[in-house]
């Protein structure tokens, strides 16, 4: 079974604090896939960012980074010099290898960034 | 762009009545998704088609029909709407083949509430 764990429910922080936000997952394929998600209050899910199994190369863009690590079935999410439009909830998801797709998400995150 | 539309982001329906909920995407996407979001329970998977007229069950398909005539247009029929399925809905879609780009594309999201 596909599983995906967000252990912090809600973090909050102060503007230009760096944050990072944590994602543990479960599968037994070997080929799979991971993202994240930024859901801003307007409701709407916004794609951030998509890591491959077989890619653990970590990935910097601008004040995001991602650290995947396949040893620790982790795929952190780090935001650096937080603003306040960075208030969302952030979802963590994986997508197995087979073509249906579906996405299996963690519960999110919600992060509150205070000027 | 991608671009998912969801008929409405705003309805109010009564108990017992028969509602529908309309996603159209424009991306030729194989894969079609509908998902409800709670407080404290994340985004759960109500249904999802790979194909027209293929459809499959997701996690909580009780209460929820769907219909997918033409590959562009996926729906979420609730029967009798009861009052426990006020509630966010999302549609997403995605390619089904590895080859193409793995991620799925959300709509603005419904909400939906049934006094």
């Known amino acids: 079974a596909q599983k995906v764990t967000q252990a912090q429910t809600e973090i909050s922080v102060v503007e230009k604090e760096d944050v990072t936000l944590d994602c543990v997952y479960e599968?037994?394929?070997?080929?799979?896939?991971l993202f994240w998600y930024k859901q801003p209050p307007s409701g709407e899910l916004v794609f951030l960012i998509r890591?491959?199994?077989?890619?653990?190369q970590n990935e910097i863009s601008g004040r995001y980074s991602w650290n995947f690590q396949k040893s620790t079935s982790s795929f952190n999410f780090t935001i650096t010099a937080s603003q306040v439009v960075d208030s969302a909830v952030y979802f963590c998801?994986?997508?197995?290898?087979?073509?249906?797709?579906?996405?299996?998400f963690g519960r999110g995150t919600q992060l509150t960034v205070w000027p | 762009d991608v671009k998912v539309t969801q008929s409405s982001r705003y309805l109010v329906k009564r108990t017992g009545e028969k509602v529908f909920l309309e996603c159209v995407q424009d991306?030729?996407?194989?894969?079609m998704f509908w998902y409800r979001q709670d407080p404290g329970l994340g985004l759960r998977l109500i249904y999802f088609?790979?194909?027209?007229?293929?459809?499959e069950k997701g996690d909580i398909p009780e209460g929820y029909s769907v219909s997918r005539e033409k590959k562009e247009r996926f729906s979420l029929i609730l029967e009798s709407a009861s009052t426990n399925q006020t509630s966010m809905y999302l549609c997403?879609?995605?390619?089904?083949?590895?080859?193409?780009?793995?991620?799925?594309?959300f709509g603005q999201g419904t909400r939906l509430t049934v006094v």
């Open positions: 088609s790979y194909d027209v007229k293929m459809k």
């Open positions: 890591r491959n199994s077989f890619d653990e």
């Open positions: 991306m030729d996407h194989e894969n």
């Open positions: 998801a994986l997508r197995r290898g087979s073509t249906l797709g579906r996405l299996y």
């Open positions: 997403a879609s995605s390619h089904a083949s590895r080859g193409a780009r793995p991620e799925a594309f």
């Open positions: 599968t037994r394929d070997t080929t799979y896939y």
